[in-house]
């Protein structure tokens, strides 16, 4: 049982070993295309956010409500997702 194990240990090895030899270190990357990685990341961020900012806005907007205009908020929510009225 553990010479089959080794042979398959030595197998899984020298199997591995070509295709480990020809990967190639990774090509330096130019300033011109290090600022292109970075001007792309920093719109994805600003695509988040925007993003965010459109779903989590109502929520933001709460915050001015007054004491009625919340609970009426929280009821029509309730009553969407199907949450019965509270008994009092």
Known sequence: M???RC???LGL???ALPAAAQQLPPAPVTP???QRQLDAW???????EATDRA??????????????QFE??????????????PPF
Not at 42 to 48: F, I, L, N, T
Not at 58 to 68: M, T
């Open 13 to 15: 090895i020298a199997a």
């Open 55 to 68: 779903i989590n806005g109502p929520r933001e907007a709460r915050r001015a409500l007054s004491r009625d």
């Open 7 to 9: 042979l398959l240990i």
């Open 42 to 48: 920093w719109a994805r961020q600003r695509e988040k």
């Open 72 to 85: 009426r908020w929280n009821r029509q929510s309730d009553r969407r997702r199907g949450i019965p009225l």
């Open 2 to 4: 553990t010479g089959m």
């Open 32 to 34: 011109a295309e290090r």
